[in-house]
């Protein structure tokens, strides 16, 4: 071959592939948005949710007649989950998609017959088979119902009742006379649905209306963030289901959400990451009922009679490792610092349960859900040490030397 040729072989490869490349992205994501209601017994039906050991919306779902749980994610893709034994029923190639740091991936892509969420049914839904590690348990959802399977109904959310009202019109929907609506920008080809925000009077921004994401905002850091008033996050931070961050991350405190004319005026933790994405999470949404809308393009936000943003933690957190719990994360400042922890650290026990007959996140979740205290050992060179952490707010001055007293088990 001559070196014309090759040169224009390689201009050709250089000119047309990129157009190759975007027209099968655009056709992923019409492809991603196929599936139909094919049954719905009445306008609306109401299901019940729980929360998983990450904080996340869990509902049953049947796949061609077998339940199991799965994620609500207003800000994913129909997932499932690889390793869990469930499978679509047809490979249909693969598929271009955004994950929750807003960058491109390659996944496989696989359609379901029927869905049945209650008395729902949807047929021939897309699902994109991916590897996970959101957690070691079945429990916590085998896949995510997502943004493509959402948009085909209005979700309305209970969380004092911990009930979902899956409407197929606004008739249907409960209203109330103290809601506010909040008008949506909906991705036309990825159908994430955002809103500009704007934090303590700072330039707006836009942000993903997430329920996929169990914390009240991340952002980003520009300088408009006094790093002295922050509370330094060292180890790992979650960004949002199935991605976590180990750059620079922070907890702040501001005082006033805006979102147009809707206002919060209360203290609101947030997270501000040097890579953060940028999201409005459960921890804010849950003290509303609040419904997604699409096709009108709106967030319904009712306030809950009880509404508190600030976040409370023991000042550590704690994962699964291969033959044991290690610490994954630490706040600068807080009890657990100050007592001489650190990130990657092994722990010997937990509440009194032996730490390396821990297989599993929903083990650990069980360990230290729903209690207002932690008790942990470790080791420190030949000693066993033994340290009590009780869950404080950020941001509230606690004389942190006092608490942290680890007593040493010869």
């Known amino acids: 071959m001559s070196i014309k040729k090759i040169l224009i072989s390689l201009l050709v490869l250089t000119f047309v592939t990129p157009v190759l490349v975007i027209v099968y992205a655009f056709q992923s994501f019409k492809i991603k948005a196929r599936g139909e209601i094919i049954n719905s017994p009445s306008n609306f039906i109401e299901i019940p949710y729980r929360y998983n050991e990450t904080g996340h919306i869990v509902i049953i779902a049947k796949i061609n007649g077998q339940s199991f749980p799965f994620i609500i994610d207003s800000g994913a893709s129909n997932m499932i989950f690889a390793g869990n034994g469930l499978r679509y029923d047809r490979f249909k190639g693969f598929g ?14 696989g359609s379901v017959g029927s869905v049945e969420i209650g008395d729902m049914v949807f047929s021939d839904l897309r699902f994109e088979m991916i590897e996970s590690d959101i957690s070691g348990c079945q429990e916590s959802g085998v896949g995510i119902i997502g943004k493509e399977t959402m948009r085909k109904a209005i979700w309305q959310f209970f969380p004092n009742r911990k009930m979902i009202r899956i409407a197929m019109n606004q008739s249907a929907v409960q209203h109330s006379a103290s809601e506010d609506t909040i008008r949506l920008r909906i991705n036309p080809y990825g159908h994430q649905p955002s809103a500009n925000i704007s934090l303590d009077g700072r330039p707006t921004r836009r942000y993903l209306m997430d329920t996929g994401f169990n914390g009240n905002i991340t952002t980003s850091l520009d300088s408009s963030w006094n790093l002295t008033k922050g509370i330094r996050v060292i180890g790992t931070a979650s960004k949002g289901l199935m991605s976590k961050d180990s750059t620079d991350n922070y907890l702040f405190e501001i005082d006033q959400l805006r979102i147009k004319q809707f206002v919060i005026d209360k203290p609101i ?25 699409w096709k009108n393009q709106v967030l319904l936000l009712d306030p809950l009679p009880k509404q508190s943003f ?7 957190r704690l994962e699964t490792a291969d033959d044991g719990v290690v610490v994954s994360t630490l706040y600068v400042g807080m009890q657990a610092f100050h007592s001489g922890l650190y990130v990657n650290q092994r722990i010997e026990e937990i509440n009194g349960y032996p730490a390396n007959t821990i297989s599993d996140d929903c083990i650990l979740d069980d360990l230290i859900d729903d209690r207002d205290t932690l008790v942990l050992k470790y080791r420190d060179g030949e000693h066993l040490k ?10 509230e001055p606690t004389n942190h030397e006092d608490l942290a007293k680890t007593l040493i088990d010869v």
């Open 96 to 109: 271009f998609g955004i994950d929750s740091n807003g960058e491109f991936v390659l996944s496989r892509m």
């Open 386 to 395: 033994t340290i009590e952490l009780r869950k404080e707010y950020f941001f």
């Open 310 to 316: 600030k976040s409370k933690s023991y000042g550590v």
């Open 269 to 293: 933790t947030v997270s501000v990451s040097d890579r953060s994405f940028q999201a409005l999470g459960l921890g804010i949404l849950a003290d509303f009922n609040f419904t997604f809308d």
